[in-house]
């Protein structure tokens, strides 16, 4: 080989040999100079602060202080073999090894943001920078990890808290309901107490009263009672006896579903009033008494009534309850104010009976009638039973309250009065709808009264017979309009038979 291209050959090859030395070194002192830069920004980010300087080396020089208590965070592979990364708590930081090597360390209050500062060397031709990196991760996983599980305790610690409250809360719950369940019962056994008092007070009070009753008590059989109404018997079209006495306020209670009694006002003081002391009668010859299921008796009490005396002896119509003998015109032995001038009557009937008559009303003086009239209904009794006659749509009229407003005694006096006879004396045919109020329901024709007065009548009675006359008052009472009263009617056939009367006259003049 030629010796001059061997000796260049030679000097390219010891060039190449010292161009990779040169660049070994200089690899060398490129990656010293990095470590340094990074270092020196580390130094920069803690600051020139003396006192933090001091700490930041306290802390680096504890990395090489070994600890007992180690946790391991996880493992890695370093040149192939296994080494576990270990951390151990340093005061507010950490310090981290490798195995038992230690190779950096972390504490945020004194190297700031920076998650680890490796310790110098430690990893200088061992770990490569994935290595560092893969470290770094495992270290915020486990400081995650650590995160997480201060936050969980955090929760359960607030959880263990608020059932601890809620415990608590339950517990002053149920105590609250215990007391207020004491309460309650403390309460419950005073007002049974009370009550047990009550009981004892109003038993001493019954038998008191019991005592007292027995005393003043009064009996159906300690008395004469001359007549019976039941309370419960029509007096108006909407109101029984016991509920216009009740009304008046002379009865209450159960009394309402006994009996109204009348007895001699002389057999009165067989009845002792509340003080035991017996009772004195007023001037009429009857009175009034309530007897309640058990036989009890008490006087009503119901005065006189004034406006037609003690003894009165005016004659009114009755509505009797007698189907032969439906109205009459009669007095009463006694009248009993109700209240107001509703009154009960009461007179000895044909057979000496006694009959009880209630009026709702007086007439105030009208057209042929004079003031305070009583228009009797007959009360049933026990001798005075007849329920189709006593309540039958004409006889409720005479008593009516409120269908077609009441209907005043006045009207049904005014009626009746066109049936009496020329001496003032009371038709003997009169009946209950003769005295309803109502002038055009007639129960009978006068047709003899009639024919009575117009054989009178001089003009008449020379034209015409009695015969004629009959004939021709019945024919026009056949013929009677339902809306034309008795007096009407009487007029019209009169001037009627009058104007032929006197028809009968001008052509026989002439």
Known sequence: MNPILLGILM????????????????KKQNEKNKQDITDKKQVEKIGTNSYMDKRREEFINSVNIMH??????????????????????KDDGYIYYLGNKIIGGYNPNIIGDDFIIFRENTLENQLSDQIKDEIVQMIEKSQKRKEQEKEREYINERT??????????????????????????????????????????????EKQ?????????????D???????????????????????EEAGKIKGQEKEGKIGFVESDDLDKLKDENAKRLQGHSSRYEAVSIDKKGNVKALNLENDMQEGSNPTEKNYQVKQNKNQNTK???VLTRLQIQGEETIGIEKGQYGE???????????GGKDVEG??????????????????????????LSQKYQDGYRSVENSYQEAKQHEHENGEPCEDLKAEDLDGNPHTVSHSHTEDIVAKLMQNGEINDKFTEREIRERVESAWNQKDNEETLEEFQKNVEEDIEADAENMRGERGR
């Open 329 to 331: 015109k009669g007095d």
């Open 11 to 26: 000097i390219l090859v010891i060039f190449v040999i010292v161009l990779i030395i040169l660049m070994g070194i200089y």
């Open 209 to 221: 009263l019991k005592a007292k009753q027995e005393k003043t008590s009064n009996k159906v059989k």
């Open 372 to 397: 305070n009239k009583s228009l009797d209904k007959q009360l049933e009794t026990k001798n005075a039973k007849n329920p189709v006659e006593g309540m039958d749509e004409e006889t409720q009229k």
């Open 223 to 245: 008395i004469n009672i001359k007549q019976e109404v039941d309370m419960d018997t029509k007096a108006t079209d909407m109101d029984t006896i016991g509920k216009r006495l």
């Open 68 to 89: 007992p208590d180690r946790i391991t965070i996880g493992t890695i592979y370093v040149n192939g073999k296994e080494e576990e990364l270990v951390s151990q708590k």
């Open 160 to 205: 263990k808290n608020r059932n601890t409250y809620e415990q608590q809360m339950g517990y002053q719950k149920t105590i609250g309901q215990e007391r207020r369940k004491e309460q309650i019962n403390k309460i419950e056994e005073q007002e049974k107490r009370r009550e047990n008092r009550e009981k004892l007070k109003n038993r001493e009070i």
């Open 354 to 364: 006694v009959e009880i008559y209630h009026s709702q009303d007086k007439t105030i």
